[in-house]
Every structure is written in structure tokens, then in C-alpha cells.
């Protein structure tokens, strides 16, 4: 059984050598190619085995039956587009095609929440990381009606540095991001919040989203901590979560509040909530972590490539 | 002019280490005596100054003329009567004295909001650390009649592992923190609310206190994140706060949100508010960030020391 | 093909939860016991799987073909006859039997140098995580003759912190690693060195070895830096390495200076050779990088364990 | 008593906002300019109090008394001569006027070496931050000529990576610095060794040093671990080092290895001195931990400037 060439647009940063990684380490998939812009002709070495990054301007995309693009957002579309000619599936984890974002209309690679639009698709759009984490979180409550109409749901959230991309910034050298934490884009301006907001729609909620997202001391790993007021008090307040997630081999709900150790490296989402006691609004806490590098990017995109190929969905994947 | 002789109980935690350091650097005062329980015994080094930690059970009380109790929750409060008997006047780190805890009253040791009654006092309540960031935060509001009655609010805040003492276990070694993130005692269970609510109510507010904690990979920190309704928007939000605290040495409202980085070591708690936009129902979110050893405990108690000894307010305390 | 049921005794510690997560993830081996002393009932994750430790003393040993030894030092010899005479094989991970320390010879676990005395062994000594990375280094240049008699062999190496056990201890919590660095055991006190020693006369060596080991702010991963005079200059420093492990696939010799990312959570020793410029006596730095937790401890023992079952050396080990 | 003016050429980088912090708390000193390339226009808090970097080709050098010159390699000499010409005095914290790299000779300022040519100097070398551990750390050995003819010196160092700068590169990320440790300018390649070879030829030393740095997840510190052979043993082999340093408010010779908790953000160099047991050879292993940004960059540099300024030399200095 050959396996199935692949290629990286992009594969230089912190999402695109996750997935030269975990491409090389895959049963059925191989690296056709890997590009890169300013960092072309370096080598990396991922599964013990040497890449070479090449020009992206140079990327044999007709050799690939199914191209990643993790190039920068804005400068993917037209990649997305090109492969697309060519005749490869793509799985683009740039913002360019998301909801919120695109006007034109390709699926939302959000498997757990809208599996059966990826399976036959040519293009995936790939969600955003912070996204990724709320929508899980947050999802089975829009589902079963719980959230009172117009009601604010507040997401304070924590990223690892690697979100922040591997282009360097003097704010994100070592000695300015260890021992050190704090809020950016506070006051509801991150980019990610037009994807969020609109994918809640499209899931039929009637709710606005507070974000205040962090910046964490370590490499990896996000954690949303969202308080959402609901309409009355549920007895089991985990049981919602665990009926729609049952059979779901990457999204959990665990008894304790996960940690970002508990997901690191794994394309899974750890989900825990509680009701709030002491307060008079109903309100449940909901957390849930996730890597960002793999169920916030190349992870979830490896996934969807299963699910277009054909392949076992969790294929190439830990939980 | 000779210095005044201050006693430390319970030394060798880190807020004990950090009161031993304020005063030895500190222009008046000196260091009678510093005492650990199954540390006793120990040196240690502040300022260059070498100190030996003394049994607790033999502490000379009646040699200081103000005394900082250090010693565990539940332990403290003998400690103090001891030696309020012996003359000294008394600074309680622990939560033992502290509204919601205690059912008698002593003056609460938050300067910037309860000055006038701590000049006075013999015996003084030092603050929590997550309490003292969270009311600096919310008081301006409640003052100013601007949150909805019985409306929620939505605290986020993350501490650095000192916060957790410094008893050796399993989950504080280096190998379980660095790397790492999760909320803890999730659904409103942390010892510190009962602090929060009767201050709070004590200044006249009449809100519900959400508040999840989280552990962060850093040594020295606190950083409240909040989420609050008003009950309409104000023009400049963070105006409030600037004619509310105008004066005050320790607390600064900044025009972007405060790093931990630019409160270590300080006694200062920096404060960034702004409001929240694209939600219908008007909120805030308030940012406030403070070291938890310097104004959430050592700092602070030795700021309430000099009030109580008619010293300068800021005396040995770096902004 | 069943698989072969093997135990560990002392999992729970950091060298015993790495056996655990080697083993629950082995093509062949499957986990019949995990035993804990002060952490027996506690429960832990191990590739998705659910693992309880229960009592050493209860330890089944005769339903295991192979027994993991991974007690402290000084309780673990009596456990390996107690395994070996209930029919088991047994990895010893303790210093117990290693050269050096025990007068009763049992073969010395680091295949590469020594596997043909593995291979048919009923018990082996695991090595050090230390002397792995030493020996590993310095063991070319012993066998080619080209170290001086009686030279001095300075060895400048540095530990992640889960060197030093998962027992809580003052001195090992996060706020006391974080942003350090220091040496300790200074002036060759380390109990590793009678190990080393034995182990380099047996490969007829004729030299001093002078070690100071360094506490790291890592979790994982051991840097040996060594300088070793040599009787006179090599054309090319690393071809005497790259002959002497040609083929192997765990020792790998590279061209630039390994760091500890490039091996942690494998089983790799990456050596790097380099001439000394400006000094009048010709000398060679040796570094070699090793994951303490995996060459230096449970991936090594795995590997005596493949090749003492008759597996392949490598099976269920990253390199 | 007013204050005098002193001026900082490349105050953005971390030297520089050291010297910028140092000066703006210091007694005496007042801060008349600070001057940036690329970062001129932004703005920095030193001691609470704002600094604006102006662009260095505007520096208004006649308005200081001294200036500080922290410009990049290369690029400092000839700042220095401007200033010098218009009269100031000139604490040169590059490389260019060092021994071993200059032509020219000024003074070299490392005042526990060579204070008496310092105090007088219109224009003085601060040493780089790995000279000034290695050579504070094997002065009395040499001055004692107790080290054999021609023998190595062997340094293992590692320093924090404010040490390499604050233009931001990839490898000097905080996902690429975390966790992670390794040497570099292997083989003695590193551009501090025709400094400390010169400065140890002037002091009379007829010895080899072979120098491996690496570089540590941490902020600041630098520790040097050198292990140098000796023509005889020593009774007490830190007497020569206590005898040499007495007197000194920044050098201590102290009796358990220094960690770089006890210097950073002090002037301090501490330092230990063991003899090696179990070598044929006799051998010391001499540890010296200092700040690299204080005592191996701006703290040095303004004990010198203490020092030409005629005020009392450990003045705004922390030991």
C-alpha cells in the first residue's frame, strides 16, 4: 500500500514543522514538500529524517494529492487557490478562509462539531487555535439551548509563545516572556473573534463573546477559563458535555480541571465544568485545554486530511 | 535616630523571607528576632546580613515594637495575642483576623481604601494577596455606584507558585510547574472569596463574586483579569479609577495592560481598564497586577508597619 | 503474537512513570504490575490508559516475564532476587548492582558498549544517567589508546531537575530552580563516579575522571561537556567516534553542538567532537547530550530489555 | 549637593537599560541623555521614572561629565573618541578597546585587579561578562604562581541569555530557550578569549585556558566552572582566594557553590574553591557566579565610573 504524497506550504513556522513532523511519523502519508519564504534552503530534521525547506515560489504542487498551506494570513488564499488548480486537496490553516473572514464559503475544519461537510471536501478551512478551544468548550450548551438570548459569555484565555509565531520580536525573546505573564488585545480586539462569533451563529446561538486572551510563559498549550450564565441549574453539569462528545476519541470531559501538561503534544481537548456556587445568575465554569500546535493547528489539520483522504480519522494522531 | 525593633514570626516561608529582606534593607527599622518552626535552626542571608532562624516557642516578644505574625492560617491567631500582650503592636499575615474569617474585627491593612484605620490600630489584618488585587481593582466601581445590583462579576487571576508557600510537595517541584497551566479550586472554592465578598460588602457593594484561580509557571506574581457589568458606559473608563486612587504612591492606572514583570519586587499595583466592545451589555474589563510577596503580603504589611508607627507610608517600599 | 507481560516496581517516580508510558506503548510488552510505596492507590494516565500503583510489597511477581527494578538505591537489591527468584528477568534501574558498587558482578546495561554480555543475562544493572552520557563519550578514545596514562578527564555536566527524584524537597520546588543554575557535589563527591571508574578500567583505561555536575532549570535532558587531553592531534576529531558507533542507532555523532531539545524523549546520545585551538596541549571537547529520563534510565532499560527477550533492540524507543 | 550628568550611548539594550536603571537610582548620578539606533523614539520606566531614547547621532555629549558607551561592537570606538573629545570622561562597555583587541591601550576595568590605573583614566575598557568570572576567579592562582608552566585551564561557563543580546533571532525565542541547554563557540572560538589571554599574560600567568561556553534558560547569571592544575596541594585551598579578595564589598570567597540566584541583580562575584579528590593530578575546581549584567557589564561599569568620578566606589551598587 503506498503511502500518499503530501506537501507543506509554508513549513518553517512553529504550525508548519508540527506538520512536517507529524506527516513524516504518519502511516499512510509522506512529505512530497516543504517551502518556506526567508527560511528556504534550511534544514530541519523531523522523525530523524532531513528536510530541506524549498522556495515556496518553487513548490511542485501537482506532485501532492493534498497540499497544508500554513503560510501567513493573507498571503494563503491565492496558495490555497493554486493548489486547488492543480488538482490537490487543501487543508489551509491560514485565517483567509475562515468564517468571519472569507466571503466565499468552504468548510470549517471543526470535525467534532461539523464532520460529515469535511469528509468530501476539496478545501478546508482549518480553525484559528483560540477558536478551536472555545467552540469545543462552549458548543453543547448553544446545542441545547442553555444560554440565555443575548447573554455575554466571558473567555479568558491563555496561550503558550509559540502562537505568537517563530518570526523574531525583541517581546518574544526568552528573558522578556519568562517569569513574566500578561493580557494582550484586551477589550475585544483579537482577529480570532469574527470566526468565533460567526461560527456560534451558524451553530444557531444568540450569545456575545468577551475574550481576554494571555500570554503564558511556556511554548505550547492554551487554556480557556469561560464563565457563561444559563438558564437554570443543571443537575450534572458535566453530562451535557460527555453525551455530546461520547465517542469522540479527541475531546474529553475529565473529572478535575485539566492542565496544558495533560494535552501537550497530543491533538486532544480536555474538558471540565462546574457550577459556580455563591452566586445568584446560574453560571457554569467551563475549561478546556488544548495544544495549540496540534488540535489548535496541525493537528486538527492532520485530522481533517484523514477525514479527506479517506484514512482513519485519528490516524498519525495521539490522544 | 535608633531604629525600631521588629520581630518576624514564621520566617522562613517565602513571605517571611521577604519581610526579613524589606526590613533589613529598611532605613528605621531592625530585625529583633525572625523565627521558623521545623526550619528553626536555618541560616539565611538578606541584604548581606546573615539571620538564624530561632524556635518560634521562644520568640523574645517583648523585645519588638511591632511584630509581623507570618505563621500558618489557623496558627497565627494565639501567636498574636501573645504578643499584643507583650506590648507589640502586630501585623497578621495570616487569614486568621481577616473579614470572613474572623468574628472579631481588627482594622483591614488595605491603605489605599481603609487608611484612616489603620494608623491607629495595635493590630492590623494584612490582606490576601488575590484579595488585595481584586478590591484595588473593583472598589473605584462600587464606590462610584456603576455595577448593577446582584450583577456578576468574573474574575480570572493567575499566581506565581510562591503564592502556594513554600512546604516542599509533589506538585510544586520544578517538573510539574515549568511547561505548564491549570485553574484550580474551579468553581468558586478558594478560602479567599469569603475575604473578598465581606469587604465588598463592608464598602457597600452589592455584587456576586465569581473567581477562578490559576497556578502560573513563574516564581513572583498576580495578574486579576475582570469582567464586569455597568450599568452604563462611561466616557473614558479608566478615569474612574484615575481621580479614585490620584495620590497614592502604590497604585498606578496605566494605559496598557500591566505585565507581572512591571511589579516584581515592587510594592506597586498597576491598573488598566477599558471597555469591552461588540458585547450589547456594557461591561468593563479591569486588568490588575501586583507582586503577591510585595503588595499581596510582605510589601503591604510592612506599608501598614509604617503607618502604624507614624513613619513614612512608602518608607523602604519600592514603587 | 501475545505480548509479553512485564512489571515495574517503584513506579512512581519519574524514571518509573517513563517505564510505565514506554511500556503501555511497546508493541510487545504489556504492563502486569506497577508498584508504588508512599503513592500506592494513586492513580496515573499512561497512553490513555488508566494505571493504579499498588503496593510494592504485594507485587505479583511471578506474573511477569520481566521486572523493571526502579526502587531507591539501597532497596532494590533485595527486590531483584526476590524477582529473579520468582523466574523473572530483571532491569535493576538502582545503583545496587552497578560496577563500582555492588562485589557480586552482574552484566552492565549500555548495549552499545557492552551488548553481547546483555543479550543472554537473567539480571542487568541499568547505568546511571551520568555515566551513560560519560562513557558513551570517552569509550572511542579509551579503546583507540589515544588518552595519555593518568591523564585527568574533566567532565563539566548539567542535569534537568527529574535527575533529582519526584520526593519533594525544599531545594528541588519551582520558585527555587526557576532562573538558577548552580553546581553541586564539587570536588569529585558525586556517588556516580565509583561507577564510572569501574567501568572505564574494565574497558582498560588508564585515566582520572574529574566531575562536577550542574542543577539545570530543565525538567529533562543531561549535557556532558568533557575535555580530555589526547597524545597527539587527529586529522579529523569525529571519525574515531563515527567509526565506533557505525551502525548503531541510538548513538548518533553530529556536526554541531547537540542540545537537549534534540534529545529529550528519546533514546538518542548525540555526540559532537572538537579540537581545542590555542592550546599547547593537544585536547578534545566531548559533548554528549542524553534524555536523563530515557538513555539515562527507563529508554535504556527498555532497550536491555528488548535485546534480553529477543526482541529488536530498538522496538517501542524514538531515536 | 547636585548631582552629576552622565550620559548612556545604547541605552535599548539589555547593558544599556541596566546602566540606564542603575544611574537613575544611584545617589549621585543624574541621567542627562540615553540614546538608541533603531529604538530611538521609544520609551522605557527606570525607577518610575520615563526615559525617551533619543537617536545616538544627537547624543548632546558635552552635557555629561562621564558617558557610558554600550554600542554594539565595532561601532564604539569612535563614539568613544567624540566623547572623549568633548571632554567627558568614557566607560567603554564594548569590546573594541579591550585588551586583546585594541592597539591602543586604556585601562582595563576591572577594579579588584587593577584599581590603582582605574581612578585616574579619562577613558576605560569595562571587561566582558565571562572575563570578568574567569579572571577574578584565577588571579590569586596566578599571582600565587601556583599553576604549573603551560598548563590548561579548562572553563566550562554558561551564562543567560540577556548575554547574547536584544536584537531579536530565532534561536534566542523564548520556545527555542525554554527547556532546552547547549554549548556553542566550541574549540575555543569565542571572541572573550584574546581578552582573558591578555589580560592573564599581563598579569604574569604562562598558562593555556580553554574556554566552552554555554547558554542557560535563564535571564541573567553567568556561572564559571574551571578546574586548573596545581603544583601542590593546598592546606585550605580557599585561603588564597580569601587572602587576595579581603577587603572587597563585591567579591566573596564563600563555602558552598554559588547559584546565580545569589548575584543576579547584585554586583557580586562569588566564588568557591575545592580541591579535587581521587585525581593523580592535583587539581582545584574554582566556581565563580556574577550578574552578567552587573558585575559583567553595567554594574562594573559604573563601579568604575564610581571610581573616575572620585565617589566612594560601591556607591548605587547592591552587594
Not at 530523524?48 to 518553487?58: K, N
Not at 505568537?164 to 483579537?190: D, T, W
Request: charged share 15%.
Amino acid at each position: 500500500m503506498h503511502n500518499i504524497p503530501v506537501g507543506v506550504l509554508g513549513a518553517s513556522g512553529y504550525a508548519g514543522r508540527q506538520l512536517c513532523d507529524l506527516i513524516v511519523r504518519h502511516p499512510r502519508l509522506s512529505l512530497a514538500f516543504a517551502t518556506a519564504n526567508e527560511q528556504s534552503g534550511q534544514r530541519a530534521i523531523f522523525g530523524g529524517q532531513e528536510v530541506v525547506f524549498t522556495p515556496t515560489s518553487d513548490a511542485p504542487l501537482a506532485e501532492a494529492e493534498l497540499v497544508f498551506c500554513a503560510l501567513p494570513h493573507g498571503a494563503s488564499a491565492s496558495w490555497v487557490a493554486k493548489a486547488a488548480d492543480a488538482g490537490a486537496r487543501v487543508v489551509d490553516l491560514s485565517q483567509d478562509l475562515r468564517p468571519g473572514t472569507a466571503t466565499e464559503r468552504v468548510p470549517y475544519g471543526l470535525p467534532e462539531l461539523l464532520r460529515s461537510t469535511i469528509a468530501g471536501a476539496r478545501v478546508v478551512a482549518n480553525p484559528g487555535c483560540y477558536p478551536t478551544a472555545m467552540l469545543l468548550a462552549i458548543a453543547p450548551l448553544i446545542n441545547a439551548g442553555k444560554v440565555p438570548p443575548g447573554a455575554t459569555v466571558s473567555v479568558s484565555a491563555a496561550s503558550g509563545v509559540t502562537g505568537a509565531g517563530h518570526s523574531p520580536k525583541p517581546e518574544l525573546l526568552y528573558a522578556e516572556i519568562a517569569e513574566n505573564f500578561r493580557a494582550y488585545a484586551v477589550g475585544n480586539e483579537h482577529r480570532h473573534l469574527a470566526e468565533v462569533r460567526a461560527v456560534v451563529s451558524s451553530l444557531g446561538g444568540n450569545l456575545d463573546v468577551l475574550f481576554t486572551p494571555h500570554l503564558l510563559p511556556v511554548a505550547r498549550g492554551i487554556l480557556a477559563t469561560i464563565t457563561v450564565p444559563i438558564t437554570e441549574s443543571l443537575g450534572d453539569p458535566q453530562e451535557l458535555w460527555r453525551s455530546h462528545y461520547a465517542g469522540e476519541q479527541f475531546v474529553r470531559v475529565v473529572g478535575s480541571p485539566p492542565a496544558l501538561r495533560d494535552v501537550v503534544h497530543t491533538n486532544s481537548a480536555l474538558i471540565h465544568v462546574s457550577a459556580a456556587s455563591a452566586v445568584r445568575q446560574p453560571t457554569l465554569i467551563v475549561l478546556c485545554a488544548i495544544d495549540n500546535l496540534m488540535k489548535g493547528a496541525a493537528g486538527q489539520a492532520v485530522q481533517n486530511a484523514n477525514l479527506m483522504l479517506g484514512l482513519d480519522e485519528a490516524m498519525g494522531l495521539a490522544a
